[in-house]
């Protein structure tokens, strides 16, 4: 588990003296408070810290490691399971807040490429720290059995709108757009911890499917 006090040391990491204090707390209470919502039932904090805790472990590769986390922060900024533009409009959001408080726009160019990059998650093997961070946000499909079906069923709670029926024919094909790709992982890190995992996780939720 996590706190609060955890999470908000690692966001002070995104900020220098020079940030206003009082506007940076103010953003760090909005991000609480929309990734705290009661239909977040896997889009939430604890998927925020999961990637942020796996982003870490790559510190001394990642070439701007701000724009990175920041991105991590804001990508799922704004989820509506019955919308198809989340990535887009959290990465307007994330320009919107972050110009507000000085961001430098070069900066925030980048935060919100990155944000956008999770729509298709293609990897751009050439973009290291694109690839760290789309890698980090899949590594939930690399867990443990036990935690992986927690993030399954966790899915199905925010579609729970969509009937069965047509639950499983979407899914599994979410699933298979997966399992068709080279490789889930473009780091040589995750790629040699979880793949095998996780395509061993993904199928066998295919089978629970169908």
Known sequence: MFSINELNQKWQQCWTDRSPQAEIDLLFGLLIDAYSKS??????????????????????????????????????????????????????????????????PELIDRVQQLILATKGHQIDPSDADLSIFLDADLAILGTDPTQYQDYARSIRQEYSWVSNAKYQVGRIKVLESFLQRGRLYCTDLLFDELESIARINIQQEIVFLS
């Open 39 to 104: 239909d977040r039932h896997y889009h939430n904090l604890n998927h925020i810290n999961h990637v942020l805790i796996t982003i870490e472990r790559f510190n001394l590769q990642l070439q701007n490691p701000v724009s990175v986390k920041l991105a991590v922060w804001f990508h799922d900024f704004v989820y509506d399971p019955q919308a198809s533009d989340n990535e887009f409009q959290s990465a307007k959001l994330a320009r919107e807040l972050l110009t507000k408080v000085s961001v430098l």
